[in-house]
């Protein structure tokens, strides 16, 4: 996939070559991809456990299971045979992420 194919993710407080980073970039685009409602309902949730509504949320997607906690996001892939280990990551850097792949997506011509 080239950057012409799809929009490269980034938002405010991305750091280049972070792994947690790499790997909420790599769950956007390969697991919520060019559904902004799913991106949309990813967002909720992570809010919800943000806001205290819900102690946590999990989901499994097509590359990556999300674990979402209050303050931090465990990213592990799905599949074992991929050799790539879970990730934790901020959970205000994830939603931070999602907010800006969302505003992208609605400026994006698809």
């Not at 456990?49 to 996001?73: C, F, H």
Request: aromatic content about 6%; hydrophobic content about 40%.
């Amino acid at each position: 996939m080239t950057a012409g194919d799809f929009p490269l993710p980034d938002w405010p407080g991305k750091v280049d070559d972070d792994p947690g980073h790499d790997r909420i970039a790599a769950c956007l685009v390969m697991d919520i991809g060019r559904a902004d409602q799913w991106a949309a309902e990813v967002l909720l949730q992570v809010g919800k456990v943000r806001q205290g509504l819900e102690p946590s949320w999990e989901m499994a997607m097509n590359a990556y299971i999300l674990k979402v906690g209050p303050d931090t996001t465990d990213i592990a892939p799905v599949y074992d045979e991929a050799g790539e280990s879970p990730v934790t990551v901020r959970t205000d850097d994830l939603e931070a992420a999602l907010r800006a792949w969302i505003s992208k997506l609605s400026k994006s011509p698809d």
